[in-house]
């Protein structure tokens, strides 16, 4: 079936730095969706992509739609302490329904 | 605009007994997903539903059922609660289609 892989798995960074996560996919998706989550919370909406090689930014955080349409990636840029949490990024196994497949997430940890 | 509201935010059941999960979705949102998270197996799709029909399904045992109302409004059950079903319930809202999709703050249900 469908798999999203994530990289890193986790990463440690300096506040201040800029942060690379990639999804990636053994199957194209049409649709690439980035969320962050807070422990005990439901993950929130970053990004949207719709289009193969589609960059799309969302104040510091930048999102691309790889133009296999079998990856993508976040960017974070001049990274805060508010941007600790876990990352996933999620695809749709078709193309009429919500039935996502959620790749397991780059843990983010931003030291001060 | 209120969001994706979830109750009850925690639960603690034993195990055998079952359990009711509630979701409302944004207003004018159809569909309404459901989802499990826990640590080892991540987020997994349970079941989608949108027009008071179940749309979509993923590969969990019957004893996960659901169902949405009129008012799109949507509950989860679990029958015959097992230790493993300990998890995080997430329930997500969307238009409909392969498209952005907003989560509730989740329900941690605990069954001992």
């Known amino acids: 079936g469908q798999q999203l892989n994530q990289s890193p798995q986790s990463m440690f960074i300096q506040e201040g730095e800029d942060v690379s996560m990639n999804c990636t996919s053994s199957?194209?998706?049409?649709?690439w969706l980035w969320y962050k989550q807070d422990p005990g919370e439901g993950p929130v909406l970053l990004i949207a992509?719709?289009?193969?090689?589609e960059l799309t930014s969302n104040g510091r955080l930048t999102a691309q739609f790889g133009i296999t349409r079998k990856d993508s990636f976040l960017n974070i840029s001049a990274s805060i302490p508010s941007d600790v949490g876990i990352y996933f990024c999620?695809?749709?196994?078709?193309?009429?329904?919500?039935?996502?497949?959620f790749g397991p997430g780059t843990r983010l940890s931003v030291l001060p | 605009k209120a969001g994706v509201t979830q109750t009850p935010r925690y639960l603690i059941k034993t195990r055998g007994q079952q359990v009711t999960l509630s979701c409302s979705p944004i207003?004018?949102?159809?569909?309404v997903s459901w989802y499990q998270q826990t640590p080892g197996q991540g987020l997994q799709f349970l079941f989608e539903?949108?027009?008071?029909?179940?749309?979509n399904k993923g590969n969990f045992p019957g004893r996960f059922s659901g169902r949405q109302f009129s008012n799109s409004r949507s509950e989860m059950n679990v029958s015959t609660l097992e230790l493993g079903d300990s998890a995080l319930y997430l329930c997500?809202?969307?238009?409909?289609?392969?498209?952005?999709?907003?989560f509730g703050q989740g329900t941690r249900l605990t069954v001992v």
């Open positions: 999620a695809g749709p196994k078709d193309n009429y329904g919500q039935n996502f497949v």
């Open positions: 539903y949108f027009s008071e029909t179940q749309r």
């Open positions: 207003s004018g949102h159809r569909s």
């Open positions: 199957s194209i998706f049409n649709t």
């Open positions: 997500a809202s969307s238009r409909g289609g392969a498209g952005e999709a907003f």
């Open positions: 992509l719709y289009k193969a090689g």
